[in-house]
Every structure is written in C-alpha cells, then in structure tokens.
C-alpha cells in the first residue's frame, strides 16, 4: 500500500540534484539541502503568508478574494488544498499580472486623447 501511495515524483525542488546522501560534500551542497527542505516542508506555508502579505499591502476587492480563498484554503484537509493549489496559483499569477498592467497603465502612443489632442 506504500509503495502504490507513494510512487509518484517528489514535488519539484530548487535543487534537485542535491539529496541527503551528497550533503556533506561541501558548504554550497548543505545550503541547498537545507534550502530543499525548507521548500518542501514550508512551500505551502510560505506561499500562504505572502498571499496574506500582498492582500494587506493592496486593500482592495482582489484582495478580500485574496483574503477568502485564503481562509477557504486554510479550512480544508491538506490532500483537497493539493488538488485546487494549481488553481489557486495560477489566479494569483493572473492578478499579478493584472495589477502590474494596471500600475503601468496603457502604452502612451496608444491613449485617446479625442478630437481636438491629435
């Protein structure tokens, strides 16, 4: 039951040339070690306090949704999180994406100024 549970891939890693067994070869070795356990046991928490962080810093309608998907995320069993995480990062991508659009705002070439500014 093991071994049909546990078959597929480790998640994906920073450094995944680096294992237990070369650790010791050398400082830059432990560090990443060290650096993929840190992802693979925090990853999700980290992930976590940064949506709480930017939905903070934003104070808007984003981030209240930002805000309930977080809680949402934070209700449900770890194994039910691991099936919508992929969702959940992709819309954090996009509004990303959105509010540094919207930041920038649109190519000044582009911009209607109307009849009489042409």
């Given at each position: ?11 994906i ?25 840190i ?24 981030s ?28 954090h ?26």
């Amino acid at each position: 039951m093991y071994a049909v549970r546990y078959k597929n891939a480790l998640p994906i890693l920073p450094f995944p040339d680096v294992d237990c067994t070369n650790a010791d070869k050398g400082t830059i070795y432990f560090i990443k070690f060290y650096a993929n356990f840190i992802v693979y046991k925090f990853g999700y928490e980290m992930y976590m306090i940064f949506v709480l962080l930017s939905a903070v810093v934003a104070s808007n309608i984003i981030s209240l949704l930002s805000v309930i998907s977080l809680v949402i995320c934070l209700l449900m069993d770890r194994w039910r999180v691991r099936r919508i995480f992929l969702i959940f990062v992709c819309y954090h991508l996009f509004v990303l994406f959105y509010s540094l659009l919207a930041y920038i705002g649109p190519v000044p070439g582009k911009c209607y100024y109307g009849k009489d500014r042409l």
